[in-house]
């Protein structure tokens, strides 16, 4: 399984979290010898000097920025993960917060065209000519982010392939990191079928029904299992603590199936 997981709205923050730890791993963590004002260092605070737009940070956010709005809307995981990304890059800076404004900024500007994409990359390429292992990091970043809500339209695919083309990154590991980022969701598309297929099981009911129907056969359910009434009828203490399990199981399928028909 890859280690690039950010999936359900479950789980989103555990997954941001996550992505938060890729960024800092792999695109904050070297320390260049000539102009190293430009570069994104963690061994030490830096103190901006020039222009943001054209140091390392501002121009991986205008790539995020570029890469988030191809298909024309940011969702909420996307949303939430440029949140936190700001924040990690706008921390190696001794004035993080105006540093953090700034990137949302140049955020929100880059968002405006397309035009200048490739100037974008070619800048960064610059900067990071001698790592193509960082470039081939930011570009897994920039494609998660593109995955992040569960699709992969032709307009991110287009907008990726001209920035990988312009941070020199070989086409064969651009369609490596993409055909695992599909393998990975369609696993996971694959996963969720079968878990509400078994929620239905569960609750002895079938995805044609409407949620009323549905709801009076988890009543009965709850009714049968509830460890309050087994305790009354006098039940052995195996047979409650089993039925305590049962009725976890059947609260999560219904729960289950209530988002899923919502």
């Known amino acids: 399984m890859p280690k690039f997981r950010f999936t359900c709205k479950g789980e989103k923050m555990t997954y941001i979290i996550i992505a938060v730890v890729i960024v800092v791993f792999y695109l904050l963590t ?37 890469v988030a709005k191809a298909d024309g809307r940011v969702c909420e995981l996307e949303a939430e993960l440029l ?36 100037i974008v990359s070619q800048k960064y390429l610059k900067l990071t000519q ?31 392939e001209d920035i990988a083309g312009a941070l020199m990154i070989k086409r064969a590991d651009f369609e490596k990191l993409i055909a695992a980022f599909e393998q990975f969701y369609a696993n996971k598309a694959s996963q969720a079928q079968m878990g509400i297929k078994n929620a239905y099981d569960v609750l002895g009911a079938d ?25 009354g009828q006098g039940k052995d203490q195996s047979i409650i603590d089993a039925a305590t399990t049962k009725l976890q199981e059947i609260n999560e399928a219904y729960e289950m199936i209530k988002k899923e028909k919502n």
């Open 207 to 231: 995805p044609s029904e409407d949620m009323e129907s549905i709801k009076k056969k988890y009543r009965a359910l709850v009714k049968e299992y509830h460890p309050d009434i087994l305790m």
């Open 30 to 66: 070297k320390n260049y010898q000539t102009e190293a004002y430009q570069h994104i260092n963690v061994d030490v605070k830096q103190t901006l000097r020039g222009d943001l737009a054209e140091h390392e940070a501002g121009l991986l956010v205008a790539l995020m920025a570029k």
């Open 130 to 160: 001698n790592d193509y292992t960082k470039r081939l990091k930011v570009m897994e970043y920039l494609l998660n982010l593109a995955f992040i809500d569960n699709s992969f339209s032709q307009a991110e695919l287009m907008i990726t």
């Open 83 to 118: 949140k936190h990304t700001f924040s990690d890059i706008a921390r190696v800076f001794e004035n993080s917060e105006s540093i953090r404004e700034a990137l949302k900024v140049i955020y929100e500007k880059e968002m405006q065209s397309f035009d200048n994409t490739l």
